[in-house]
C-alpha cells in the first residue's frame, strides 16, 4: 500500500472539495433528493409506516422482536421499532438515489475539472461508457442493498454492528468510485493493471470512506429513536442527504487525485520500459 500516495490525494481532495465548482456542482444533487424524498415521504411516509406497523402486530416477528429488546435490556426501544426499521429500510434508497445523482450529475464534471486542472497532459482513453459505469454501479447498488438489509438485525448487536456496516460501506466504495475516478482517463487494461496493483490502498480508502459514511446512519438512527422524530422528520432527512452528499462527492474527489497520479505513474513506467528495449 503507498501510504504517502493516500494522504497526498485526502489532501488535494479536500481542497478540491471546497473549491467554487465543486460546492456549486453539489447543490444540483443536493435539491434533486430533496425534491424527490421530500415528495415522496410527504405523500407516502405514513402509509409506509402503517404498512410496518400492521406487519409487525400480525407476524409473529413483533412478539420475537419485543422479546428479543427484552432480554438485551432494550424494552423501551420496542415504542420506536416500527419508525426504526421503517427509516433504515429506507436508507439503501436514498443512498442508491444519492450516489445516482453524483454518479450521473457531479463525477463527471469533477472529473473533468481535476483532469483539465492538474493532470493536462493525461491522455483521456475513455475505457468507461456512461452506460457501463452505470451497469456497474447498479449491479453494485443491488449486491450492496441485500446485504444491507440482511445485517439490518445487527443494530441490535453494536459491536458487530460497527464493522460490519464499514466494511459494507468500503465494499460500495472501493468498487464504485475507483471505476468511475479510471473511466474518462484509462484504458480497460490500464484499470484492470491498477485495481490489481493499488487493490490494498483502494481498500483502505473504501474502509476510511466506509467508516465515515456510517456517520448519517448514526444521525438518521438518533431521529428514529426521538420522540418527537414525525415533527422533525424532513429535518433528519435533509441532513442525513447533505451529509452523505458530502461524503459522497469528497470520496469521488479522493479517488479521482489517487486514480490519476497511478495512472500517469503508470504510462511512464511503460513508456521508460519500452523505450529502453
Not at 79 to 107: C, D, N
Not at 232 to 244: D, E, N, Q, R
Request: charged share 10%; aromatic share 16%.
Amino acid at each position: 500500500m503507498n501510504l504517502s500516495a493516500v494522504l497526498r490525494s485526502w489532501s488535494r481532495a479536500f481542497v478540491a472539495q471546497f473549491s467554487p465548482k465543486v460546492l456549486l456542482l453539489s447543490l444540483v444533487p443536493l435539491v434533486l433528493s430533496l425534491m424527490l424524498w421530500g415528495g415522496l415521504m410527504w405523500w407516502r411516509m405514513q402509509s409506509i409506516l402503517d404498512f410496518v406497523q400492521n406487519f409487525y402486530v400480525n407476524h409473529e416477528s413483533g412478539s420475537s422482536a419485543a422479546q428479543l429488546l427484552n432480554s438485551l435490556g432494550l424494552l423501551a426501544l420496542k415504542t420506536v421499532i416500527v419508525p426504526l426499521v421503517t427509516m433504515w429500510a429506507l436508507l439503501p434508497v436514498m443512498i442508491m438515489t444519492s450516489l445516482l445523482f453524483i454518479g450521473v450529475i457531479v463525477m463527471p464534471a469533477v472529473g473533468r475539472i481535476i483532469g483539465k486542472k492538474d493532470f493536462p497532459q493525461l491522455e483521456r482513453r475513455q475505457g468507461g461508457s456512461f452506460f457501463s459505469s452505470l451497469g456497474f454501479s447498479l449491479f453494485t447498488f443491488f449486491l450492496f442493498t441485500v446485504l444491507w438489509i440482511v445485517t439490518l438485525p445487527l443494530i441490535f448487536f453494536p459491536p458487530i454492528y460497527v464493522v460490519v456496516q464499514p466494511l459494507l460501506w468500503g465494499w460500495l466504495t472501493y468498487r464504485i468510485m475507483a471505476y468511475d475516478a479510471l473511466a474518462l482517463h484509462a484504458d480497460p487494461e490500464e484499470r484492470k493493471a491498477l485495481f490489481a496493483q493499488h487493490r490494498g490502498s483502494f481498500l483502505v480508502m473504501g474502509l476510511i470512506a466506509g467508516w465515515v459514511g456510517t456517520l448519517p446512519g448514526a444521525f438518521w438512527l438518533g431521529g428514529a429513536m426521538s420522540v418527537a422524530y414525525v415533527a422533525f422528520f424532513p429535518f433528519f432527512v435533509s441532513i442525513a442527504i447533505w451529509l452523505y452528499l458530502v461524503i459522497f462527492i469528497y470520496t469521488g474527489c479522493w479517488f479521482q487525485y489517487y486514480c490519476l497520479d497511478a495512472l500517469q505513474e503508470l504510462r511512464a513506467k511503460t513508456s521508460n520500459a519500452v523505450a529502453t528495449q
